[in-house]
């Protein structure tokens, strides 16, 4: 069935959700826009009567949903479940992948309500990863101070950065204040190719649920943030998924933005830039003599 019928007025229609998310599939594989620049998700808004929040929602949890199946040869009979079931089961999997598991391989379709039961009760079980892996983080201070302890390494600055060993690099330091464009966490001089520059890492911080609610604001704040350093980075814990803020990257043309895994000793990056930013406001920055003053350095 052509893809614009499926989603005119699926709302109202009941078109199953796995209906609505292959045909924006289909319309989204040439490019994320219609021939007159509308973005495909904001035209089916449109046509659905869903919004465009409901279907990314839909298109990333059903996504998430078969890549568990397959990867865990699960029947699939719960990609037919409503997709309120499915965002809470997707949680519920990235809290504890044997509950999920369960709940999946049942025959029986719990109710909205049971499941957000279980996703309650899952973050309270100490064997799961949210409540064991969280338990370190639960004060915003303490994953600051984790952050910078990691960071602080020389060696690894340089690899984060993807500078070769022995390059200039400077110490890494407190964001002085709030300048009136942006305010990441920590940031860090460095030389390139005999220009000064700037990195920034700003810390995410979760306190429990893990959700994409972080990574949107994270990667909105990244969209004007970014573009005033030459290399942006977003720090979150180990114990969190990055494909939304890695997915949001793209999707954001953010390509001066990196994505760190923070664990307990180390931090790796496991998504470095991809180039420049398309908006370059390091100048902005730079030739601003207070904020030279305050950040100490000299262009």
Not at 167 to 178: C, E, F, M
Not at 243 to 259: A, E, Q
Request: hydrophobic share 40%.
């Amino acid at each position: 069935m052509d893809p614009i019928e499926v989603l005119t007025d699926a709302r109202s229609r009941e078109v199953p959700w796995p209906l609505i998310v292959q045909a924006l599939r289909d319309l989204m594989t040439p490019g994320s826009v219609d021939d007159q620049g509308r973005p495909w998700v904001e035209v089916a808004a449109h046509l659905t009567g869903y919004t465009t929040s409901q279907l990314w929602i839909g298109i990333r949890t059903y996504a998430f949903i078969q890549k568990f199946i397959s990867s865990h040869e699960l029947p699939a009979h719960a990609l037919e479940w409503p997709m309120s079931n499915l965002e809470v089961v997707t949680r519920i999997a990235k809290a504890n992948e044997g509950q999920a598991k369960k709940i999946v391989r049942s025959t029986d379709q719990l109710t909205l309500r049971n499941l957000r039961n279980i996703y309650d009760q899952t973050k309270k079980d100490p064997t799961s990863k949210i409540s064991a892996m969280s338990a370190g983080l639960q004060s915003s201070k303490s994953f600051t101070d984790k952050l910078f302890k990691n960071l602080s390494n020389k060696d690894a600055l340089q690899q984060i950065l993807g500078l070769p060993q022995g390059s200039s690099v400077g110490r890494l330091k407190i964001w002085p204040g709030r300048y009136p464009y942006c305010h990441p966490n920590f940031y860090v001089d460095f030389m390139s190719d005999g220009k000064l520059c700037l990195a920034a890492f700003e810390g995410l911080r979760f306190f429990g649920d893990v959700n994409s609610q972080v990574a949107t604001k994270a990667a909105l704040k990244a969209a004007v943030e970014a573009t005033f350093f030459a290399q942006y980075y977003l720090c979150a814990p180990s114990w969190v998924s990055t494909d939304d803020l890695i997915s949001l990257r793209k999707k954001l043309g953010l390509f001066n933005v990196g994505v760190i895994s923070v664990g307990e000793e180390k931090v790796i990056a496991t998504a470095h830039p991809l180039g420049p930013s398309v908006h370059d406001r390091q100048s902005v920055l730079l030739e601003d003599s207070a904020i030279q003053a305050r950040l100490g350095i000299v262009p």
